[in-house]
C-alpha cells in the first residue's frame, strides 16, 4: 500500500457563489456637469413718453448738450438712460472741452487718453480741472472796531463779504467781491461778453498747470495795475474738483515791475 492512501480524502468544494451588483436608480446622477438656468420671464416695462418717441439717436443728440456732472445726474434715471449716458462720444465731448486749454495739442491729449487706458470718462472724472457748470464762492470775515463813544465799552463789528470766481471754458474768468449772497450775484456772472461796471465786476483770464491754478485780473479804469492770485484746486470726492485753496493774492503794477 502506498503511503498516500493513508491520508484522508478530500471534500468536494462547492462552486462559487456568483455575486450580481445592482446599481442604484439615481438619475440626478447624469445631471452632473450639466448648468441649468432658470426660465427668464420678461415683465413688461411701461416706457416712458420721450423713452417711447425718441430713438436712442435723437437722445445722444439731446446728451450731447448736457455737461459731465450732468450727464452723471443722467445715468441715475434708470437703466436705459444709464447706457446712453455712458457712451463714449459723449465723455470725448465734454472732456475735450474741459481740457482744451491745458491739452490744446493732439499729442499731449493723446498722453492724457493713453494714461487713463483710452476710456474718457476716466479722463473726466480723475484728470484734475475747472468746472464750468457753477461759481466758486470763498466767504472771508474780519474784525473792525467800533467808533468810540462816551461809554465803558467799545463796540467791535464781524464784517463778512463773498470773493465770486466763474470761469469759462475759452480761458476767461470773472471775479466779484461783494457781501451778497449768491443769489443775488449769480445774474451778474452768467457771460464774459456783456459786464456791468456798476456791479463791480472784473475780468480776468486763468491758466491751470495740473493742479495749480493762476489768475490774472486787471482793474477796469487801469492799464497797469493787476490782481494777480494763485490757488490750489482740489476735491472732496473723486471727480468733484469743488473747492479752490487761496494761497496768495497780490496786486501787481506793470509799469514800475512792483508788487504788494
Not at 96 to 104: N, P
Amino acid at each position: 500500500m502506498s503511503p498516500t492512501a493513508l491520508l484522508p480524502a478530500k471534500r468536494a468544494e462547492p462552486p462559487a457563489a456568483r455575486v450580481h451588483y445592482i446599481p442604484p436608480d439615481r438619475p440626478w446622477l447624469s445631471l452632473y456637469g450639466l448648468y441649468l438656468k432658470p426660465k427668464q420671464v420678461r415683465e413688461q416695462v411701461e416706457l416712458a413718453p420721450i423713452q417711447a418717441l425718441l430713438p436712442d439717436e435723437i437722445m445722444l443728440m439731446v446728451l450731447s448738450n448736457l455737461s459731465g456732472y450732468t450727464l452723471g445726474s443722467v445715468a441715475c434715471v434708470c437703466s436705459h438712460w444709464r447706457g446712453l449716458a455712458e457712451h463714449p462720444r459723449l465723455w470725448e465731448s465734454v472732456s475735450r472741452e474741459a481740457l482744451h486749454l491745458t491739452h490744446a495739442d493732439r499729442p499731449a491729449l493723446h498722453k492724457i487718453l493713453t494714461q487713463y487706458k483710452g476710456c474718457w470718462r476716466r479722463v473726466f472724472i480723475e484728470h484734475p480741472h475747472l468746472r464750468f457748470d457753477g461759481i466758486y464762492v470763498s466767504r472771508n470775515t474780519y474784525v473792525k472796531p467800533g467808533v468810540a463813544e462816551f461809554s465803558f465799552s467799545r463796540k467791535v463789528h464781524l464784517v463778512s463779504y463773498f470773493r465770486y470766481y466763474r470761469f469759462f471754458p475759452d480761458g476767461t474768468m470773472l471775479y466779484r467781491t461783494t457781501p451778497l449772497t449768491i443769489s443775488k450775484v449769480a445774474k451778474s456772472l452768467r457771460s464774459s461778453k456783456n459786464i456791468n461796471n456798476e456791479e463791480h465786476v472784473f475780468c480776468g483770464r486763468y491758466m491751470l498747470r495740473g493742479t495749480r491754478l493762476y489768475l490774472v485780473i486787471t482793474y477796469p479804469n487801469s492799464r497797469s495795475t493787476e490782481i494777480r492770485t494763485k490757488m490750489q484746486l482740489r476735491s472732496t470726492i473723486t471727480g468733484a474738483n469743488n473747492r479752490l485753496d487761496i494761497e496768495s493774492i497780490v496786486s501787481y503794477d506793470r509799469e514800475l515791475g512792483t508788487s504788494a
